[in-house]
């Protein structure tokens, strides 16, 4: 009996939320605790922040439920237990490297040096 197999359109989405109420002060940074749905085994994936006080990260199902948020105003910002902190996508078509600024420059300037080429043999 013949059959289709079809790929999703929508990406799974992970609901990246805090797990306790937190008060933090002018410029402080703390690693807090978040909650979300465990992650398959052997495979990265990526949290995006949608609160400002919120950092991207790569994560994987070893990954502690920690986030590092920082408070970027001047007063004190309340996150309460349940609030909506990012998404956790497990599939993206993107590659992240970290570097310092004067290096992501040498590496994008390398990388538009390289042609078509020079690609093929390497």
Known sequence: MPFNIVKSSKPVLYKVTAYTTIILKPSQSSLQHINY????KG????FTATNPAASNALVDNNTPYICLLTNPT????QIMRNT????????????YFVANSSK??????????LTPRDITRA
């Open 37 to 40: 749905t465990a992650l398959p």
């Open 43 to 46: 495979r990265s994936f990526v």
């Open 74 to 77: 001047d007063k004190p910002l």
């Open 84 to 95: 909506h902190l990012g998404t956790i996508y497990k599939e993206a078509n993107t590659a």
């Open 104 to 113: 992501a420059l040498l590496a994008i300037a390398a990388v538009i040096e």
